[in-house]
């Protein structure tokens, strides 16, 4: 019954804005406020980046929206291997202010309000272009993480219907990366940030223009609290009147990840290969069934990264790390395996390892690959410092 009430009321206030959003609806708005809003971030993965939405409060009725870009539906059909692809959409939602706030409060996150400097003009036409949005062959667009999310839609309804240009103020000489950017914000979960790097590829280490930085919501909100319109007529206004605090900060539960974090793996990896190097050196023997097992792990991993190379997220298509962990290891498992016989792979990877060491000034690698190559590079000592030195047996028919 409450979902049902709350149904009925946001149907009812949608139709109501919707109705009044017309070409006549600049000279009713003095009562009513238009405003950015940002939800820091909680720990859930998906909303370690923080959100954006924009607010549509008419004082006078009571008309209290929140205009949601970042609404997706996880039950779709092959959500996963959509987002994987970049072929994920996204949908812009409306909802009451009161449960939008609710939501963010149980689960211990700020929600600011920057009411936006703008006269009634203004407002009418972000108004409209709001219900022209939500419009059904309108409100589903493909989400792009980078380029366009549920932070740069609210932006560019914003500033692109102001009677002016946004001025920002510079950033103090500080070009990030979108790499950088995105481990700052996930500095607290280093198997995410290994995940992330893992997929990004060259493109995510380029320097970034402050547009650019506002894909993050709390960068956006930065810039519209330091920005001014330059009015046609020359004269400069503030973007952001006021500036609220609608949530405040509450107790996060913190869900500890695994204990050891991706380098401490790597390195213990690295320890244990060396030892086996070191007893196969002692025993003359070779064990090929942990390259077997090396070379099925990162061919499965290598397996993802080719297909990223197809996805329409425009940073993952250039990724260097595939040199490292390449599917065609997969394809020479059996002659690994098989006694006697002399496999390719060994100068493939050998190859493979010396570029991927040589692209590390290109790109930025996820932690702990680095030591992975040397892993693989101790498999490689094993096979040609032990297996070359056996003497070749002539056997009999």
Not at 73 to 93: C, I, M, Q, S, W
Not at 299 to 314: D, K, Q, R, T
């Amino acid at each position: 019954m409450k979902q049902f009430g709350l149904f009925f009321r946001t149907f009812w206030l949608t139709v109501s804005f919707l109705f009044f959003a017309g070409p006549m609806m600049a000279e009713k708005l003095d009562s009513v406020e238009i405003s950015l809003i940002t939800c820091t971030p909680h720990e859930e993965v998906y909303s370690l980046y923080g959100h954006t939405a924009i607010r549509y409060h008419n004082l006078q009725t009571g008309e209290d929206l929140v205009f949601n870009y970042g609404v997706f539906n996880f039950n779709a059909p092959h959500f996963v291997a959509r987002f994987v692809l970049g072929k994920t959409d996204y949908e812009l939602g409306i909802v009451p202010m009161r449960p939008f706030c609710k939501y963010y409060q149980d689960w211990g996150s700020e929600v600011i309000e920057q009411v936006l400097n703008i006269d009634n003009e203004e407002k009418s036409r972000i108004a409209q272009a709001l219900a022209i949005n939500y419009l059904p062959q309108n409100r589903v667009y493909r989400y792009n993480f980078f380029y366009d999310n549920c932070s740069t839609r609210p932006r560019d309804i914003i500033v692109n219907n102001l009677s002016g240009r946004v001025v920002y103020s510079p950033r103090e000489d500080f070009n990030p990366t979108y790499r950088e950017m995105i481990r700052e914000l996930t500095a607290h979960h280093p198997w995410t940030t290994l995940g992330n790097d893992l997929l990004l590829g060259a493109k995510a280490d380029k320097k970034t223009t402050l547009a650019e930085q506002e894909f993050l919501p709390l960068n956006l909100m930065y810039d519209f609290d330091r920005a001014q319109i330059l009015a046609n007529n020359g004269e400069y206004r503030s973007l952001i009147k006021e500036r609220r605090i609608l949530v405040k900060p509450g107790v996060q539960i913190i869900e500890e990840d695994f204990p050891l974090s991706p380098m401490t793996c790597a390195l213990i990896l690295l320890c244990i290969l060396s030892a086996v190097l070191a007893y196969e050196w002692k025993k003359q023997r070779h064990f090929a069934w942990i390259d077997a097992l090396l070379m099925l792990l990162t061919g499965i991993a290598g397996l993802i990264l080719f297909v990223m190379f197809f996805s329409e997220h425009p940073t993952t298509s250039t990724n260097l790390q595939i040199l490292l962990l390449n599917p065609i290891a997969l394809l020479f498992i059996p002659s690994v395996l098989r006694k006697g016989k002399e496999s390719r792979y060994w100068n493939i990877m050998l190859v493979c390892i010396a570029l991927f060491f040589l692209g590390g000034f290109l790109q930025d690698y996820a932690e702990g690959t680095e030591i992975l190559a040397l892993c693989l590079l101790t498999r490689y000592c094993s096979h040609y410092i032990i297996n070359t030195q056996r003497p070749v047996v002539n056997r009999k028919k």
